[in-house]
């Protein structure tokens, strides 16, 4: 099936801002799914990787050597240390606004995009115990991206040789051992988040935890 991904991202996008207005200020201080990184640093890290010139990102990545992951952490951290919550809605919202892609996401296909905003935004919202219903077009693109991202995601590392079978929607791929469990739980224990692996279920479970476990 053929998807729209670039009106997905940005349909995505709209209600992470609207998550924003929804949550307290203090929301912002807490852990979220990526390890080290409250849900000020996870926005941040998508509002950087929006709106900072590449120029200016290069550099920061530089003084780490061109480790990007490290690199990336440390602005994102430093954006949110440094950024009120209302502040970080305001960006977030001008990003959504203008559609802006100043930054790396220049860099990054529509496709890749929508799953790692999907990702982040559950990130965010699961520590909290805030959850919602997630429109089944998203999951799906998602999902069907999934299998064919390497580099930093590695989903396509994690997915491959196992069944993979969603119980609350009509999509399946691949062969081998099965995987299976909610959508949002797929995509999540597909992009390396231990923490939906308790939604899961079959023989292929064991398999998925040891790949998440090894990176």
């Not at 670039?6 to 996008?13: D, G, H, I």
């Not at 491959?160 to 119980?167: C, H, I, N, P, S």
Request: hydrophobic share 35%; charged share 25%; proline share 5%.
């Amino acid at each position: 099936m053929e998807h729209d991904y670039t009106a997905l991202l940005w349909e995505e996008s709209g209600d992470i801002a609207n998550f924003l207005t929804e949550a307290e200020d203090a929301d912002f201080d807490q852990a979220s799914l990526c390890e080290g990184w409250r849900v000020r640093d996870v926005m941040s890290h998508m509002i950087v990787g929006h709106s900072t010139p590449l120029p200016q990102m290069m550099g920061a990545i530089a003084k780490h050597r061109f480790n990007v992951p490290r690199g990336s952490r440390e602005m994102s951290i430093d954006y949110g240390s440094s950024h009120s919550p209302d502040e970080i809605r305001a960006a977030w919202s001008g990003v959504v606004d203008e559609r802006m892609t100043r930054g790396i996401s220049r860099l990054i296909s529509k496709k890749e995009a929508l799953v790692d905003h999907m990702i982040h935004h559950q990130d965010m919202r699961r520590p909290l115990g805030r959850p919602r219903e997630i429109p089944q077009q998203r999951l799906e693109a998602s999902l069907d991206a999934m299998p064919t991202i390497g580099g930093f995601l590695g989903s396509k590392k994690r997915m491959r040789g196992l069944r993979w079978q969603a119980t609350d929607m009509d999509w399946s791929w691949g062969e081998g051992p099965s995987v299976e469990g909610p959508a949002e739980a797929l995509m999540l224990a597909a992009s390396g988040r231990s923490s939906a692996l308790d939604d899961l279920s079959g023989d292929g479970v064991a398999t998925l935890r040891s790949r998440i476990g090894s990176g």
